[in-house]
């Protein structure tokens, strides 16, 4: 009879188990506006990228798990060992559609380089490399970012936007290389930007909070002041001012949350959970 039981409540457990199924980021702390990333945030996700193959400009689609078993690579670099992928598509895995594009190919950030996969994600070279989205920024949000700067005391964004009065939502290092968060018409800074390192930003403005954390720290906290962008998308790896981007991105960019609302309350389990995976801190 206990034999019997057991079994059961094994077989039972085990079903619960499989049911259950994949629970990424996103299933935790649901709600976000958009998503990107090179790693599986939601059980509902397939693609997560779109590639470009620069020896003849073919495109195909890929998921996490082709990209970290070596497939995608594989795919970059037939007919040419040292072939370069870039990313014409970087999908939202939030589920609203804010899929991040790019038609231009020299326009486009880089995923392999030399037939090699990038460590820190899509590399974007400072000059031209973006992505753009129709997310407008909304008056109360959560921009989430990890990035690595190959340079110092440059602005550079990780995602940004602002409007012809200068009303804007942005993630970047600024000129005097700290991080920062931009808000409604200033911006509010954090810590020293070291070139080379991994950087887990985290910030949030809404009519309450201002709020900016680095690495797990936060820096800067006071009374908030929402932004009054209206016009203008969200640009990954650039400043998209009245429709044109500036403050280019020179480094890589590996993930990316936006989330329509203040997400204080969360901000420490979401920042562990991105740590977790990318170890960029203790």
Same mark, same amino acid.
């Given at each position: 009879m206990s034999g019997d039981s057991s079994l059961g409540i094994g077989i039972g457990l085990a079903l619960k188990s499989y049911g259950r199924g994949f629970r990424g980021l996103l299933n935790r702390y649901p709600g976000a506006a958009a998503a990107y990333s090179l790693r599986k945030l939601s059980g509902s996700v397939s693609n997560v990228v779109r590639v470009r193959r620069a020896s003849d400009n073919d495109e195909k689609d890929f998921t996490a798990a082709q990209i970290s078993s070596g497939e995608m690579v594989n795919w970059v670099t037939e007919g040419s060992a040292t072939a370069d992928g870039?990313?014409?598509?970087? &999908? @939202?895995?939030?589920?609203? !559609?804010?899929? $991040? /594009?790019? +038609?231009?190919?020299?326009?486009?950030?880089?995923?392999v380089a030399g037939g090699v996969l990038i460590a820190d994600g899509l590399d974007f070279d400072g000059v031209d490399d973006v992505l753009? /989205?129709?997310?407008?920024?909304?008056? $109360?949000?959560? #921009? %989430?970012?990890?990035a690595n700067w190959d340079i110092e005391d440059q /602005?550079?964004?990780?995602?940004?936007?602002? @409007? +012809?009065?200068?009303?804007?939502?942005? #993630?970047?290092? /600024?000129?005097?290389?700290?991080?920062? %968060? !931009?808000?409604?018409?200033? $911006?509010?800074?954090?810590e020293d930007i070291i070139a080379g390192n991994d950087y887990l930003l985290f910030g949030i403005h809404s009519g309450s909070t201002r709020l900016l954390s680095t690495n797990g720290t936060v820096a800067s906290d006071s009374a908030g002041t929402a932004p009054n962008n209206t016009g203008y998308g969200y640009s990954i790896g650039a400043l998209n001012t009245a429709g044109t981007d500036s403050s280019f991105m020179d480094g890589t960019i590996?993930? %990316?949350?936006?989330? @329509?609302? @203040?997400?204080?309350?969360?901000?420490?389990?979401?920042? !562990?959970?991105?740590?977790?995976? &990318?170890?960029i801190y203790a």
């Open positions: 870039f990313v014409e598509t970087w &999908y @939202d895995q939030s589920g609203n !559609g804010n899929d $991040a /594009t790019q +038609s231009v190919a020299t326009a486009q950030p880089k995923i753009g /989205t129709s997310l407008v920024p909304p008056n $109360a949000a959560t #921009l %989430i970012g990890v /602005t550079t964004m990780i995602i940004g936007a602002r @409007d +012809s009065t200068n009303q804007r939502s942005y #993630l970047s290092q /600024t000129s005097s290389g700290e991080s920062a %968060i !931009g808000v409604a018409s200033s $911006a509010l800074s954090g590996a993930e %990316i949350i936006i989330y @329509d609302s @203040d997400q204080s309350a969360n901000r420490e389990v979401i920042e !562990g959970n991105i740590n977790d995976h &990318y170890s």
